[in-house]
């Protein structure tokens, strides 16, 4: 299991950028899919975007909708570091920032299986405000 912690985070005005690191320690990184969630107050823990591996061992990213084309998600094996990179960035994206990490599992008949996340930082708040 790796641990992981997140910086970055800040007030930005609207239309501004930020990005949001999250280094992992404690296990091989190349293995794992990494998230990032977030929960503004009083709303339930969201999932923002996720960096994963495919069966056949190839990358791919996935984003929720409200943030598509906004944020980038990005992962340096070499570094055990994933980014959130956030442009354009509007009130509602106001929340305290999660990131959180599963280990991929490699098995002959089914190729790379992921697992729960189940590790996750201490969290990042983004503060989105003129």
């Known amino acids: 299991q790796v641990q992981v912690v997140e910086s970055g985070g800040g007030l930005v005005q609207p239309g501004g950028s930020l990005r949001l690191s999250c280094v992992a320690s404690g296990s091989i990184f190349a293995l794992y899919g990494m998230g990032w969630y977030r929960q503004a107050p009083g709303k339930q823990r969201d999932p923002v975007a996720s960096?994963?591996?495919?069966?056949?061992?190839?990358?791919?990213?996935n984003y929720a909708t409200s943030v598509k084309g906004r944020f980038t998600i990005s992962k340096d094996n070499g570094k055990n570091t994933v980014y959130l990179q956030m442009n354009s960035l509007k009130p509602e994206d106001t929340a305290i920032y999660y990131c959180?990490?599963?280990?991929?599992?490699?098995?002959?008949?089914?190729?790379?299986?992921?697992?729960?996340?189940?590790?996750w930082g201490q969290g990042t708040q983004v503060t989105v405000s003129s």
């Open positions: 959180a990490a599963r280990k991929f599992t490699y098995y002959l008949c089914s190729g790379y299986v992921g697992g729960d996340f189940d590790s």
């Open positions: 960096i994963t591996i495919d069966d056949d061992g190839d990358i791919s990213t």
